[in-house]
Antibody, heavy 121, light 103 residues
Framework: EVQLVESGGGLVQPGRSLRLSCAAS????????MHWVRQAPGKGLEWVSG????????GYADSVKGRFTISRDNAKNSLYLQMNSLRAEDTALYYC??????????????WGQGTMVTVSS | AIQLTQSPSSLSASVGDRVTITCRAS??????LAWYQQKPGKAPKLLIY???SLESGVPSRFSGSGSGTDFTLTISSLQPEDFATYYC?????FGQGTKLEIK
């Protein structure tokens, strides 16, 4: 079964750090670009960051640039998001998502169940 | 940055209705558009990619069309399980969502 399972969310104070993980199974992980997408409570979807299959191409939303770092370990079939200098507006459900096509950064065909990050004092 | 604007933001319809949701891009994006369905408490589900290609396992009552800046998602005959929020996406940009509710 193709599956993505996120972990690492929780309650954290403003200014602190948190590291999210996403464990992939059921597909050839190192063939595909991967992404983090977040959704604040009651709000829409926001792309956060993406990484190519070999980590050669990385992108970030302006809202997290300089604070968040995406990485992957293809040997462990895992995706990560290091979040530093967290702000209240980073409070959201964070999804890990897989690109549908290895050669095109278009749609995301597999999503995890999400991990909640709450930034509050 | 490309902006995607969906209309309407919300829509009330009945089972059996034909429904169309529109997504307009601020600049041309060829056919690089996807549509997702999201139900409360669940992750988004891919319905359509490349503007008009139906994702495997998605019912054929869902269809997509358009290219350039104007795109549509059509549900030909609404079923009870279709009441959800729908999003369009172009790579790192999402529309604001359209909430489809039961009339």
């Amino acid at each position: 079964e193709v599956q993505l399972v996120e972990s690492g969310g929780g309650l954290v104070q403003p200014g602190r750090s948190l590291r999210l993980s996403c464990a992939a199974s059921g597909f050839t992980f190192d063939d595909y670009a991967m992404h983090w997408v977040r959704q604040a409570p009651g709000k829409g979807l926001e792309w956060v960051s993406g990484i190519s299959w070999n980590s050669g191409s990385i992108g970030y939303a302006d809202s997290v640039k300089g604070r968040f770092t995406i990485s992957r370990d293809n040997a462990k079939n895992s995706l990560y998001l290091q979040m530093n200098s967290l702000r209240a507006e980073d409070t959201a459900l964070y999804y890990c998502a897989k690109s549908r096509d290895p050669s095109s950064p278009d749609a995301f065909d597999i999503w995890g169940q999400g991990t909640m990050v709450t930034v509050s004092s | 940055a490309i902006q995607l604007t969906q209309s309407p933001s919300s829509l009330s319809a009945s089972v059996g209705d034909r429904v169309t949701i529109t997504c307009r891009a601020s600049q041309g994006i060829s056919s690089a558009l996807a549509w997702y369905q999201q139900k409360p408490g669940k992750a988004p589900k891919l319905l359509i990619y490349d503007a008009s290609s139906l994702e495997s396992g998605v019912p054929s009552r869902f269809s997509g069309s358009g290219s350039g800046t104007d795109f549509t998602l059509t549900i030909s005959s609404l079923q009870p399980e279709d009441f959800a929020t729908y999003y369009c996406q172009q790579f790192n940009n999402f529309g604001q969502g359209t909430k489809l509710e039961i009339k």
